[in-house]
């Protein structure tokens, strides 16, 4: 299974997670984000963005408690919390927003 994106085909597993995330860049989240009918703003890119750096420095997907911890430390309660991360990523703010981000599964989402 494959993304395709300017003439390149970028590998996916069953679920739609990267399987090199070396691969991943903008224009392949953004197309992740449309299969996952998720127009992406400012507050989207954050989190990704965030996620991905969490990434580099840990080499784990966090998973929901982990990430909104470390949300709350680095951007403040308004933006670590669950309200808000599930109206961004409705369909888990771990799980949806790692995968358009390019990360692995979180371990703990089933």
Known sequence: ??????????????????VDIGQ?????????????????????????????EYYTEYQIAPAIRV????????????KGNNKYLYELFPYGPAKQAC????LPKPTGCV
């Not at 300017?6 to 597993?13: A, N, Q, R």
């Not at 990430?67 to 308004?78: C, D, I, R, S, V």
């Not at 995968?99 to 390019?102: N, R, V, Y």
């Open 1 to 18: 299974m494959s993304y395709q994106i300017g003439g390149k085909s970028i590998e996916h597993d069953e679920e739609g997670y990267l």
């Open 24 to 52: 991943w860049d903008e224009d392949v989240a953004k197309m992740i984000a449309e299969a996952e009918k998720l127009p992406l703003s400012d507050e989207h890119w954050e989190v990704i963005h965030f996620l991905r």
């Open 67 to 78: 990430l909104t911890k470390a949300l709350t430390k680095k951007m403040g309660e308004a």
């Open 99 to 102: 995968k358009i981000a390019g």
